[in-house]
T-cell receptor
Framework: DTGVSQDPRHKITKRGQNVTFRCDPI?????LYWYRQTLGQGPEFLTY????????KSRLLSDRFSAERPKGSFSTLEIQRTEQGDSAMYLC??????????FGPGTRLTVT | RKEVEQDPGPFNVPEGATVAFNCTYS??????FFWYRQDCRKEPKLLMS???SGNEDGRFTAQLNRASQYISLLIRDSKLSDSATYLC???????????FGAGTILRVKS
């Protein structure tokens, strides 16, 4: 499968713990995006990278959230001191510059 | 006001019916427009891009009215497999962040 992959697919964690998610984009895509989706809503933009540079961050991305794409390939999204309100599906997408975005299967986070 | 607004539905239609979804967007500077389809607990998948001249892909037709800031999707001859949530999506600058509507639920019944 040459699509966008995400790991893990599901994560259950206790409030206050840190979690890290990984996204592997389609190999030739230089743009990588993170979105968050809660039940009954469309995905909301969090941040995006072009190669290794983080070009935009949403106001939704509080200081507990950090994203990296160190070598311009895979990306990680870390949430520190998780809260119940962080429970959501975290979606990664990739694209070539000025082309359509393709989404991975998402990581479903449940904070108990 | 939300940046992208859609009727949440659900639209319950019989197989073979024609159904239309509408969407409005608030930012007149929006540059590109899409419809994505999302099945329950799955990721959004690109259904089609939407162009000012209108475009068709099989049973699906999309229209864009920039003056009214309005996007539509028409599905003809609905199939059971069309049951999904349809997300209206815009972005301000092609290739940058996507702004999604909350989605319209379609249920096609036999």
């Amino acid at each position: 499968d040459t699509g966008v992959s995400q790991d893990p697919r599901h994560k259950i964690t206790k409030r206050g713990q840190n979690v890290t998610f990984r996204c592997d984009p389609i190999s030739e895509h230089n743009r990588l995006y993170w979105y968050r989706q809660t039940l009954g809503q469309g995905p909301e933009f969090l941040t995006y990278f072009q190669n290794e540079a983080q070009l935009e961050k949403s106001r939704l991305l509080s200081d507990r959230f950090s994203a990296e794409r160190p070598k311009g390939s895979f990306s990680t999204l870390e949430i520190q001191r998780t809260e119940q309100g962080d429970s959501a599906m975290y979606l990664c997408a990739s694209s070539l510059v000025n082309y359509e975005q393709y989404f991975g299967p998402g990581t479903r986070l449940t904070v108990t | 006001r939300k940046e992208v607004e859609q009727d949440p539905g659900p639209f319950n239609v019989p197989e073979g019916a024609t159904v239309a979804f509408n969407c409005t967007y608030s930012n007149s500077a929006s540059q590109s427009f899409f419809w994505y389809r999302q099945d329950c607990r799955k990721e959004p998948k690109l259904l089609m891009s939407v162009y000012s001249s209108g475009n068709e892909d099989g049973r699906f037709t999309a229209q864009l009215n920039r003056a009214s800031q309005y996007i539509s999707l028409l599905i003809r001859d609905s199939k059971l497999s069309d049951s999904a949530t349809y997300l209206c999506v815009v972005n301000l600058e092609y290739g940058n962040k996507l702004v999604f509507g909350a989605g319209t639920i379609l249920r096609v019944k036999s």
